[in-house]
């Protein structure tokens, strides 16, 4: 059944960076890698250029990944490894940033540090993902020196990253829910999830479809919605699969497509970015 989210009541949860636009009835539209399947960025992921792209399209909200060096270097980067989309090999966390000089993204950029990216763009959000449990103090840190616990949002598939890095911060920051979380948000009775999630998590993020299995249906909407918590699905490169799930009322998209997202939530009133 189609919803229509003109109407949807979406979940209010005190964070500046989850509630954006929802008074307007705006859905969240995040760059993922800064938009790596965009025409225009074949190879440049999770670049500088790639971010500037999306926030010149419009978006508020960037996906991107941190992994920590050797000589403990916070780096904005999906892999553990150089190999797939920089000029270099080897594994990050055995390298010292001093090591890194000649690994450019594409054959043409550098590595950005997640320090940077904040500095460079200090009015925009960022879904930070921890893929390593030495990034974890770090991020905090930074999160902690720089004050943007209002305009960071952490996920992991570590469910003990995200206690540790909760651990470490001065003020809430907005976290989503881990592996076990889903399960239990997706599938536990509702009465039990309720009580096992309160404090774990703020914000569902997850795929459409896992191993064969539909996770994100009308019934998994509103159920999070009752909980007050948002529910933003990844990574949705399809114009049908995107009208599919915005039918259903999540509060927010991950793209690699940022020039289709942005043209489907143009078409359907839902834009909350920059015009």
């Not at 991020?139 to 996920?155: D, F, P, S, W, Y």
């Not at 049908?240 to 991950?254: T, Y």
Request: aromatic share 6%; glycine share 10%.
């Amino acid at each position: 059944m189609d919803v229509d989210t003109a109407r949807v009541t979406r979940p209010h949860t005190g964070f500046p960076y989850l509630d954006a636009g929802r008074d307007s009835g705006g859905v969240l539209a995040f760059a993922h890698r800064g938009g790596a399947h965009h025409p225009d960025l074949v190879g440049l992921e999770n670049t500088l250029t790639a971010f500037e792209h999306a926030v010149g399209l419009g978006y508020t909200h960037l996906e991107t990944d941190v992994h920590l060096t050797s000589d403990g270097v916070l780096l904005a980067f999906h892999d553990g490894v150089l190999d797939r989309v920089t000029t270099s090999t080897g594994t990050i966390a055995d390298l010292a940033y001093v090591d890194l000089a000649d690994a450019l993204i594409g054959g043409r950029e550098p590595i950005p540090l997640m320090a940077d990216l904040l500095e460079q763009f200090p009015r925009t959000c960022f879904n930070i993902d921890l893929k390593s449990d030495a990034a974890v103090p770090v991020l905090a840190a930074l999160v902690e020196r720089t004050g943007a616990h209002h305009r960071v949002g952490i996920g992991s598939f570590s469910e003990t990253r995200l206690r540790d890095f909760r651990r470490r911060v001065s003020r809430p920051v907005a976290t989503s829910y881990g592996p076990l979380g889903v399960s239990l948000g997706r599938f536990a009775p509702r009465l039990l999830a309720e009580m096992v999630l309160r404090g774990r998590g703020d914000a569902f993020q997850v795929p459409h479809r896992l191993r064969g299995a539909t996770l994100v249906t009308e019934g998994f909407v509103e159920r999070a919605h009752a909980a007050g918590r948002p529910v933003h699905v990844w990574t949705v490169d399809d114009p049908a699969e995107m009208h599919e799930l915005l039918d259903l009322g999540v509060d927010g998209l991950m793209t690699d497509r940022t020039d289709v997202l942005r043209e489907v939530l143009v078409d359907r009133g839902l834009w909350r970015g920059t015009p």
